[in-house]
């Protein structure tokens, strides 16, 4: 095909012809509706595993609330105040699960949509960007998890604990054998508890019961069936969770903690768009404290000034990992391809054998 200078009359009539390669917004369409049945297909079998597993991921949810209710000496368990309310939340976690390890499936397959139409650097800035995000997500994730989630439950258990305190109660003289019957207080369950035997649990704070009948006369005694009452400490308000309100909480908060660890993010975003330059983000340290401090206060339901700078403190890093990252890797550095070079050394002036690859 001859080269016309890019001036001239045919390059004119030549660029006014529609690009072959181009593809109709009903093909877009096309395009799109396979991409989301490869991505629901892909995360189809994460599903059949989280559903499977939807026990042992329940229990992985509520484990820090159970944790901090015994710490604080109270029962542990959870409540269900309606008969769709359990399902309801072993599916919603099987869920948030199928989609929290599918993201990975999703973002390609959205990746293989858009990528035809990006130019290269283009392309380039998506697969910096993207892996990151991923990776600050589940950072956030597991620090609200492993870090914040228990010592928050902690302050708001503790806080109800004592807001009352202990119910005065007037004391009596028992008649004489009132009390010569005792329950043992264990640490644990006794190994073969006899039928009708009853013990107070410590570990779990019950009272149990072994209520398997007694044995024939030479057999072999049954299988312990022991069932247990939860007791509470003797304070005005007794702390009982709902299973779908607590995990209601952890999600909103998850989806708080994924958004606030994206401040690397924003900030290489705005310096790579000319927005602000590391100049200005360098002077602007204490508005980001500040701003850190704010935000803690309002993703953290406790009120307790420990719990928000515990959280604070990251945020803060985070903006300093931003303007790290913005310092050492600038736009122009993305565009023609990070090396791994390029994060040895700041941005600046070339020199050098070098100076003219850019």
């Known amino acids: 095909m001859p080269a016309y200078p890019p001036d001239s009359r045919e390059a004119v009539e030549r660029s006014r012809l529609p690009d ?13 509706r396979q991409r989301l049945l490869w991505a629901l297909l892909g995360i189809a079998p994460i599903f059949l595993l989280s559903v499977y597993f939807g026990n042992e991921l329940l229990e992985f949810i509520l484990a820090p609330a159970r944790q901090e209710l015994l710490d604080a000496g109270l029962p542990n368990e959870l409540l269900v105040t309606n008969p769709l309310e359990a399902l309801g939340a072993w599916l919603k976690v099987s869920g948030v699960v199928t989609i929290v390890l599918g993201v990975p499936i999703i973002v390609y397959q959205l990746w293989r949509f858009v990528a035809p139409g990006l130019y290269e650097h283009e392309q380039r800035f998506a697969r910096f ?30 806080f109800g604990a004592g807001i009352v305190g202990e119910t005065p109660t007037p004391t009596v003289t028992p008649p004489e054998q009132a009390l010569t019957y005792r329950v043992p207080v264990l640490n644990g369950d006794p190994s073969d508890p006899p039928p009708g035997a009853v013990w107070y649990n410590r570990a779990l704070h019950q009272l149990r019961i072994n209520i398997a009948p007694e044995p024939a006369p030479g057999a072999a005694p049954p299988p312990a069936d022991i069932r247990g009452t939860p007791m509470t400490l003797a304070t005005g308000i007794a702390q009982q969770f709902r299973v779908s309100e607590y995990i209601g909480m952890v999600f909103t908060m998850s989806l708080a903690f994924a958004c606030g660890f994206q401040t690397p993010v924003v900030v290489l975003l705005l310096g790579w768009a000319g927005i602000v330059d590391v100049q200005t983000l360098s002077r602007s340290r204490r508005y980001a404290l500040f701003i850190s401090a704010v935000v803690a206060a309002v993703l953290t339901p406790s009120p307790d000034p420990f719990s928000m700078a515990i959280l604070a403190l990251p945020l803060y890093l985070l903006y300093e990992l931003g303007l790290f990252m913005l310092k050492f890797i600038p736009s122009e550095r993305v565009a023609r391809g990070l090396k791994l070079r390029d994060l040895t050394r700041p941005a600046g002036p070339r020199e050098g054998p070098d100076a003219g690859d850019a």
């Open 129 to 158: 960007l993207v892996p990151l995000s991923v990776t600050l997500s589940l950072a956030g994730l597991a620090f609200l998890y492993y870090v914040m989630l228990p010592v928050m439950l902690a302050f708001l258990i503790g």
């Open 20 to 32: 072959p390669t181009a593809m109709s917004f009903g093909e877009h369409l096309e395009e799109l």
